[in-house]
């Protein structure tokens, strides 16, 4: 009934740090019992690489238990649905409004520069004097989202949409509820009876939900598929449009509100956060090794000088992406991606471990 449970250290705080002391002592990958689940543990860069990229088809699966399944309408989103004719049709409308959206670079750029006159001025007030940069950034991050996601004029002012951001950081700060209802849902029993854990990580989820659902009554209300697509939502609903004219009865069986509430909430859910934590990130580096901002700041004065800065300039600004990149790698935002389930029969190979001589 436990597994291996027992053999994770239960005295640490993190769930990726209670497999460190099975990952010394049978290696990088491992195989172990969770409840009524087998699970591969896969922490080498090729193995990494075997199960996201090489053979992603065959790991495409998700668990689908309690706290995955009451989180997302019945496992009506991307990040966490399991794959199926709903999964990759949701996936694909959200990638073709996105490429209607994005193909208005000017519009993106706008809102980003925005922003970021707005942290700019925010720090020059400090006068050099210390301060907490989080809720300017996190403010600075969710008011491109917002505005990415339900249009020109919605940003964090609007409470409905403050209120939407707080629940989404509340289920973030929420870790230990959070990493308890993952492990409890190894259990499928567990559902049955009253953990506290539970209640906890799923409480915010219905008034999510709900918020959403307004925003996206209003905007089918006084949607016009002639305009021009200029946010997530309406490159959702004429998606919708497209696919609801190819007189598919199953198709349209997945087109109700549900999937797309399901997939605001990934945008929210997997952008919010992660990306304000990633820029406390990079100021934390920066601060500690005050040589690369020097280098950063001159390669900005040789490439923009007084202009604003662009997607265009992106080429050419080496040290900015490099910045970047490191920072997404040793930060590590998301130490444990998610679960992946395995929809065939597969192998893993520890290459390293047949390097060994």
Partial sequence: MLGNVL?????????????????RNYGRIFSMKLGSYKFVMA?????????????????????QEHATLEGSLGGKDI????????????????????????????LIERRVNAQAEKLVLFMEKEQGQPF??????????????????????????????NKLLKLNSDITANVADAQLARMLDFFPLAKYMSFKAYDSFLAPFPQIHDIIRKFLKERKG??????????????????????????????????TDDYFINTIEDVFAAGYETTSTTMKWVLAFLVNYP???????????????DQTPSLEHRSRLPLIQATVMETLRVGNVAPLAVPHMVLADTTLVDTEFLKIP
């Fill in 7 to 23: 053999s994770l250290d239960l005295n640490v705080t993190k769930l990726k740090d209670a497999f460190q002391s099975l990952k």
């Fill in 43 to 63: 922490s080498t860069p090729d193995a990494v690489k075997e199960v996201l990229i090489k053979k992603s088809a065959d790991y495409a699966g998700r668990q």
């Fill in 222 to 255: 006084n949607f016009d598929p002639a305009q021009p697509v200029r946010d997530l939502i309406a490159g959702l609903l004429h998606a919708k449009l497209e696919a609801e004219g190819e007189s598919n009865e199953d198709r349209t069986a997945l087109l």
């Fill in 291 to 305: 040589q690369y901002p020097k280098a950063i700041q001159r390669q900005l004065d040789e490439v923009i000088g």
């Fill in 132 to 161: 907490d940069p989080s809720d300017c950034l996190m403010r600075a991050v969710a008011d491109v989202i917002c505005g990415i996601t339900f249009g020109e004029g919605y940003d964090t002012t609007n409470p409905d949409l």
């Fill in 79 to 106: 990040v966490f649905g399991n794959y199926g004719p709903g999964w990759k049709l949701h996936r694909k409308l959200f990638i073709t409004a996105l490429r209607l959206y994005l193909s208005e670079i000017p």
